[in-house]
Every structure is written in C-alpha cells, then in structure tokens.
C-alpha cells in the first residue's frame, strides 16, 4: 500500500476505487468553503435514514486555500462519513470560479437518492431545502419543484411531500 492510501499508519478499508488524483488530507488542514456554506447547512438539516459508510463514500470534493489547505465544497455525503476521521480522502481542484462552487455545492442538495431520505420526513425536508437552492441549479437537475414533479424525479408516491403516506 502507498501512503496516500493509509490513514493513520493503518490501511483503511475502502471499497470504493480512489481516483488518480485523490489525497488523504488531515481534517485540520481542511474548511468549508464560505460559498458553499449555506448548501451545506441546509444539506445538513435533510433528514436521512442513514448516512453513507466511509468504506463507501467518494472523496470530498475542495479547491486550495492559503490559510487552511483546502475548502470543501462538494460530496457532502463524504464529510459526513468522515465527520469522526483524522485524515479524510480529498480530490482537490484549482481554479474554479465561485459561481461554480456555489452551484456545485447546492446540486449536492438535488442528488440525494431517495432511498437515503428519511421515510417520514426526509421528503418534506428536500422540498424545503429544493425551494431555498438557486433556480437555476434546480431547473438544471430537476425541473420543477411542485410536489407532483419532485415525486416523478424521485420515482415515489406524492403523498410523501404532502405529509400523508400510505
């Protein structure tokens, strides 16, 4: 095993292939980034049945900063599964505007699959956080954000956006 694939000393499990351009970065040299803040708190709020195992999880997705090392702005799965890591898989980017990071970070709002999303609450959720995301990212990825569309995208019964299942 190489070093960009230890973590700690140790060989972490990964089932996931890493990508070429993958490091393992210490969770200290790493921020989030001011743009996509806003998409995260609110990704952070969406009620999911659980979150994603580290074992499974792609890298966190950052572009390089002087005063930290790196600032995440995608792949918020990712963080999450790595919340308790001392290293954590990282694809670091250059270059990239702001309005991109921005748009990349609310679209992490748009892909999460419905079988990740709380039975109960997980719908309603997504649609709250769907109408606080930029319309261009949602007309982009979904179209719509009525109830009847949000349940066509996500192959389930209206009644889960309305609250009422059956």
Same mark, same amino acid.
Request: with cysteine.
């Given at each position: +095993? ?25 969770? #200290?040299?790493?921020?989030? !980034?001011?743009?996509? %803040?806003?998409? &995260? ?20 997705? @950052? ?8 600032? &995440? &702005? ?5 963080? +999450?599964?790595? @919340?308790?890591?001392? #290293? ?15 748009? !990349?970070?609310?679209? *992490? ?12 609450? /997980?719908? =309603?959720?997504?649609?709250? @956080?769907? =109408?606080? %995301?930029? *319309?261009?990212? #949602?007309? +982009?990825?979904? /179209? ?8 066509? !995208? ?10 009422? =299942?059956?």
């Amino acid at each position: +095993m190489t070093q960009s694939t230890r973590s700690d000393g140790m060989a972490m499990l990964c089932l996931r292939p890493n990508l070429k351009h993958t490091r393992w970065i210490p969770s #200290t040299k790493l921020a989030l !980034h001011p743009l996509a %803040a806003p998409a &995260f708190e609110t990704y952070r709020n969406i009620r999911v049945s659980a979150w994603i195992s580290p074992a499974l999880a792609d890298p966190l997705l @950052a572009v390089r900063s002087d005063k930290v090392g790196a600032l &995440f &702005f995608g792949n918020f799965a990712a963080r +999450m599964a790595f @919340a308790d890591r001392e #290293t954590i898989p990282v694809v670091v980017f250059d270059g990239l505007e702001g309005a991109d990071i921005a748009r !990349h970070a609310w679209a *992490e709002i748009t892909s999460l699959a419905f079988n990740q999303l709380h039975p109960r609450r /997980g719908f =309603q959720d997504l649609k709250r @956080a769907l =109408q606080l %995301a930029p *319309e261009d990212v #949602t007309k +982009m990825s979904i /179209g719509q954000t009525t109830d009847a569309a949000l349940a066509r !995208h996500l192959a389930v019964d209206i009644s889960r956006f309305r609250g009422t =299942q059956r």
